[in-house]
């Protein structure tokens, strides 16, 4: 309606507005109309106000997904979705992967999911197609079948699933193969099925990336990974100009693929090597420098918070991997997972537990500051970290403790004791070097320089729930004088 038709309606029912007004103010006079400019001035301010209102409103809170990247199922995995629920609102399962061989003779691994547990799991689930980037036989007739049997046998057992997903690593010099194989694939899933891609950043910059958009129906922008080991497995810059890239690109829906995980890389000859899943260790040079890499929780959690103010509406939500298990270690624990997507405190709560046959003493150590409960009875003590925060902290370097007639003791896993002062004085020993947790694969290596180890790759972690003894005394009494971090 234009402005001019907008003030004669106002002026045409003013009559009728006094009238009301004069009903419902008992004695009011129906003062003299505004002029025609002043009452658009008034409109077109309480109209910016509106705007402005709108604009202000927060959007919706991004929804958060999880894969679960397990080749062999445990019964951590049902213990871990139990408690996932409530926070996570999507499921993305490892269903098949394809591992190529030089030979042509191709190797398909159909991951063996407790469908039990995913149909007592009342959340969205899509079905996961891993296929190598050196897949050469992407086009085959044979690659479809399998999807469609493996899709097909998850319906069977009474698994219901909103989508599947084909992780393929394209070089983008074969995004054009690839959008045929889209093509052929999407004709043949059933219409309600959604497909979904992983897209690598490298991808944004080609010109036959859009072409890829055609024939899916999602899209899973992957900013994690070791294109540089100095930059650790996320930059958050970088991140961030890769999601303002594809902002401007996409014509589809998009989700944000973010890591909650850890990777050795491994120095060679002709540069690195990354082992993340599956171990590598073992088929190189002991002496190769290992170095361990770990996304940062703050560092995520503050990308979330940016995330959750971006304006593109197609941006949908993330997808954190992967889905803790216990005895993980290459991987965050639960507990900080949660605490980052919920965007809860992180602290780490690192506490000196002394216990004996008879009683159990903790302290805990906070701000260097400790409380004690004196325990008199003769008899062995063991002294233990754990660690009840619910981010990976560091040990303290020193721990004093007053024990009385104390007949013998000893220090355990990575500590020294001494006598100093009339205390028995754990320290945690300056030349030691933090054992590598068992692993379990590598993407691929560059000819890159291996970073050389900094302060910050040399201190020793305790993740939330863990526990690590650093030795044991044999005293009539014994309690923690002081508590000093490194």
């Known amino acids: 309606m234009g402005i001019g038709n907008l003030v004669k309606n106002i002026s045409r029912n003013q009559g009728f507005l006094c009238a009301l007004l004069s009903a419902a103010v008992f004695m009011s006079a129906c003062q003299p109309a505004s002029e025609p400019s002043e009452l658009i001035a008034n409109l077109n301010a309480s109209h910016i106000a509106e705007v402005t209102s709108v604009t202000a409103m927060p959007r919706e ?46 190797i398909w691994f159909e991951v063996a999911v407790n469908h039990a547990w995913l149909q007592a799991d009342p959340r969205p689930k899509v079905a996961v197609i891993r296929l190598d980037g050196q897949f050469v036989h992407l086009n085959d007739e044979a690659v479809i079948h399998k999807i469609s049997q493996v899709l097909a046998n998850w319906q069977a057992k009474g698994t219901h699933i909103a989508g599947v997903e084909i992780d393929h690593d394209s070089a983008s010099s074969k995004l054009p193969a690839y959008r045929d194989f889209l093509k052929k694939l999407k004709a043949q899933l059933p219409a309600d099925l959604k497909l979904s891609i992983t897209a690598l950043p490298a991808w944004l910059n080609s010109a036959d990336f859009p072409a890829l958009l055609t024939y899916i129906d999602e899209l899973v922008l992957q900013i994690h990974s070791v294109s540089d080991p100095r930059l650790g497995l ?20 998009y989700l944000i693929a973010l890591p909650a995980y850890g990777s050795a ?27 361990e890499l770990m996304a940062e929780p703050q560092v995520l959690q503050a990308f979330v918070q940016k995330l959750q103010s971006h304006a593109d509406a197609k941006l949908k939500g993330i997808i954190w991997f992967r889905l803790p298990l216990e005895g993980d270690k290459r991987v965050w624990p639960l507990d900080t997972l949660i605490a980052v997507a919920q965007q809860g405190k992180l602290a780490a709560k690192i506490e000196l537990v002394i216990s004996s046959d008879n009683d159990i003493q903790t302290t805990l150590a906070t701000e260097n500051k400790a409380k004690s409960q004196e325990i008199l009875k003769p008899q062995l003590f063991q002294l233990s970290l754990i660690n009840r925060g619910n981010i990976a902290g560091e040990i303290p370097a020193t721990l004093s403790l007053a024990g009385q007639a104390c007949s013998g003791y000893d220090a355990q896993n990575g500590y020294r004791v001494i006598q100093k002062n009339g205390l028995l004085v754990w320290q945690w020993r300056a030349d030691n070097t933090a054992a590598l947790a068992p692993t379990e694969t590598a993407p691929s290596a560059t000819n890159m320089p291996m970073p050389q180890p900094n302060k910050d790759t040399q201190k020793h972690m305790l993740n939330p729930g863990g526990q690590k003894v650093i ?16």
């Open 265 to 291: 890389v491994i120095s060679t000859a002709s540069g690195y090597k990354v082992e993340s899943e599956t171990p590598l260790r073992g088929q190189l040079n002991d002496s190769h420098a290992v170095q």
């Open 61 to 106: 809170p991004l929804s958060q997904e999880v894969y679960i990247w397990q080749r062999q199922w445990r019964p951590a995995n049902q213990t871990a979705l139990a408690q996932s629920q409530g926070v996570f609102q999507g499921l993305r399962i490892l269903a098949l992967q394809a591992h190529p061989k030089p030979n042509g003779a191709d």
């Open 234 to 253: 996320f930059d958050a810059t970088q991140g961030w100009q890769w999601l303002q890239q594809l902002s401007k690109i996409s014509t589809v829906p």
């Open 471 to 486: 030795g044991w005394a044999r005293c009539e009494s014994l309690y923690l004088q002081g508590i000093y971090a490194p």
